[in-house]
Nanobody, 114 residues
């Protein structure tokens, strides 16, 4: 069973940084496409950063040069990270980890104050 648990969200001032983490169990992260999505109040969920099974990464235009997706392992746990730099108020949203376009975590709130 695939389980995804996000963490690392919080309140940060504009220009600051956060690193989101997603602890993923039930699958091998290198064998699937993984991604981060976000949903702001009143808006549809949108893709932010993703990594395909060949390791290639893609970023939405709005976050290019600021956000980076990566993977790793911590004590035999698959991890998916989203490093977010130069944060802007418009980055405020609930951020979700996703595997293979199917499995979702519960989300973590990111709030950027101006």
């Amino acid at each position: 069973e695939v389980q995804l648990v996000e963490s690392g969200g919080g309140l940060v001032q504009a220009g600051g940084s956060l690193r989101l983490s997603c602890a993923a169990s039930g699958f091998t992260v290198e064998h699937y496409a993984i991604g981060w999505f976000r949903q702001a109040p009143g808006k549809e969920r949108e893709g932010v950063s993703c990594k395909d099974i060949d390791g290639r990464t893609y970023n939405a235009e709005s976050v290019k040069g600021r956000f980076t997706i990566s993977t790793g392992h911590v004590q035999n746990t698959n991890m998916v990270y989203l490093q977010m730099n130069s944060l802007k108020p418009e980055d405020t949203a609930v951020y979700y980890c996703n595997v293979d376009g199917i499995y979702w975590g519960q989300g973590t709130q990111v709030t950027v104050s101006s």
